[in-house]
């Protein structure tokens, strides 16, 4: 079955910036959103079509692709960023839904 | 507000079924595909199923495909799961989600055990 790979965790102290990369080979010819999940909440979609964000997310917030690599990245990473983050490839017209293996931000 | 809201969840026994409903309000329910997405516990996100718009195309996950039917109705404004067959690796927290371009909206979840 088709995967994409997310480092287990990431650490980050306050204020300063957390990338998280997202791979799979066929990601470049996919969309990819990201998602935020908070300990006992339902995820939040934070990035979509590779670099959009939806009203509401803060501007901290930002996605980015390049071949088969997706990257969310948080700049000037607050506390309550901490959080899992999932990432998903995407392509409606082939019905291809796949999420990534999920990150743990961690804020120090 | 645009709001899902899961219900049907519980405790069922290997081999039984379960039907898991989705009431949506707050947008126009018939004008977008719904998926169901479920997090095993203390694991990540799987994908299910989804369905079109208008109810006329159906997309399963393999673990899922022969023993789930996703459904929609747009004059209830419901999406809903049958689960047939079901086998303990399919305990989980069931998520409905509303389709735009990524998964925007989702519902608080509701949750299968499925255990003798």
């Known amino acids: 079955s088709y995967e994409v790979t997310q480092p287990p965790s990431v650490s980050v102290s306050p204020g300063q910036t957390a990338s998280i990369t997202c791979s799979g080979d066929k990601l470049g010819g996919k969309y990819a959103c990201w998602y935020q999940q908070k300990p006992g909440q339902s995820p939040v979609l934070v990035i979509y079509?590779?670099?959009k964000r939806p009203s509401g997310i803060p501007e901290r917030f930002s996605g980015s692709k390049s071949g088969n690599t997706a990257t969310l990245t948080i700049s000037g990473t607050q506390a309550m960023d901490e959080a899992d983050y999932y990432c998903q490839a995407w392509d409606s017209s082939t019905a291809f839904y796949v999420f990534g293996t999920g990150t743990k931000v961690t804020v120090l | 507000q645009v709001q899902l809201v899961e219900s049907g969840g519980g405790v069922v026994q290997p081999g039984r079924s379960l039907r898991l409903s989705c009431a949506a309000s707050?947008?126009?329910?018939?004008?977008?595909?719904m998926h169901w997405v479920r997090q095993a516990p203390g694991k990540g996100l799987e994908w299910v199923a989804a369905i079109s718009y208008d109810g006329s195309k159906k997309y399963y996950a393999d673990s899922v495909k022969g023993r789930f039917t996703i459904s929609k109705d747009n004059s209830k404004n419901t999406l809903s799961l049958q689960m047939n067959s079901l086998r303990t690796e399919d305990a989980a927290v069931y998520y409905c989600t509303k389709w735009g371009d990524g998964m925007d909206v989702w519902g608080q979840g509701t949750t299968v055990t499925v255990s003798s």
């Open positions: 707050g947008f126009t329910f018939s004008h977008y595909g």
């Open positions: 079509q590779d670099t």
